[in-house]
């Protein structure tokens, strides 16, 4: 697979906003089942191996699983703070669970697995997101998590972007291009556009 | 109008994080026509008055507009970088066009159109957003706008929240809000929910 070319103008961004943390959150929208739009905060955990697609990790009680079930098209939108960039990534998602058979994905989901942190690992041990809170501290504090097993309901979730987006707040006037994957050729066309 | 019961954390969060330009910068979940997610970044402009309505300003030539106009619905989602907070705002969205012919509605477009940067002012004179760019850097400079009538394409955009998502990262567990507007009482409601 070749490297979609906003992904060097995206390594970039990453490496010159690398001291803020938060510059791995982005915004991840997707369509409830009436229709309407659902929009979340979630965590940039690197690309999938040799391929253009963005990993992210969730729970399978989170009400984003249905709604992706329902209709796997989503859109993440990832502003930069010190750089002012924007970018808009509009494309499948691809949920890969415990059930998953594809071994390879599987692997993937074991590897950012053990790649997140064991506060982090705790958060799928807790009681069922949204759900009114009931319980108490210590519901929240006693899991055993292992690296070598993920949890059953954790999720890890691939966003295969097809049209692109970028603004760079930068500049007058700011800079703006289109990236969009023609689906015949599996190629990429690149348009700078009007801000 | 009573003032919703997350708007008091809001204000909290908009102080603590008022050091930050871009803690007022916001994701905009809509629907396309098509029945995907589309999803931006944009900018708070405070409240309607006496109202819970957040106002947000775009140009009638952007691609939110028909967006809206087929599917009212939107999705804010707003994370505040210093604090950890994120809030997830639901609700109706108002387009506030030229042709509006509510008076205090327009009256509040002109009033954000007052409050608007000069260079702000400009980018509604720019050439149409998001199509191929042709035209030599002049064709963005050259503008002449005044304060007292906003460009015809300037547009006041309304976010009336219906539901209301709020959750605090600090703190082990985290804490989260769930509050949802009662459509025949037209009051809040309040609950606690796990994170």
């Not at 070319?5 to 961004?13: C, F, K, V, Y």
């Not at 399978?60 to 709604?67: G, L």
């Not at 071994?103 to 697995?113: E, F, H």
């Amino acid at each position: 697979m070749s490297l979609a070319p906003w992904r060097s103008p995206l390594s970039r961004s990453l490496h010159l906003n690398r001291s803020l943390p938060h510059s791995r959150y982005l915004q991840l929208a997707t369509i409830t089942k009436e229709g309407r739009p659902a929009n979340r905060t979630v965590v940039f955990r690197g690309f999938f191996p040799d391929s253009n697609q963005l990993q992210i990790v969730t729970d399978t009680r989170s009400e984003k699983i249905s709604q992706i079930k329902h209709q796997p098209w989503g859109e993440a939108c990832w502003y930069f703070v010190k750089t002012r960039e924007q970018f808009r990534l509009a494309g499948k998602l691809t949920l890969v669970s415990e059930d998953c058979a594809d071994r390879i994905l599987q692997q993937a989901r074991l590897r950012a697995w053990q790649q997140l942190s064991d506060s982090a690992k705790k958060q799928f041990a807790w009681p069922d997101p949204g759900k009114t809170r009931t319980e108490e501290e210590q519901a929240f504090a006693s899991a055993q998590v292992t690296a070598d097993k993920p949890l059953p309901n954790f999720c890890l979730l691939l966003l295969n972007p097809e049209m692109v987006d970028r603004l760079e707040l930068r500049g007058n006037p700011q800079n703006r291009w289109s990236y969009s994957l023609d689906s015949d050729s599996q190629t990429w066309l690149t348009r700078s556009v009007n801000p």
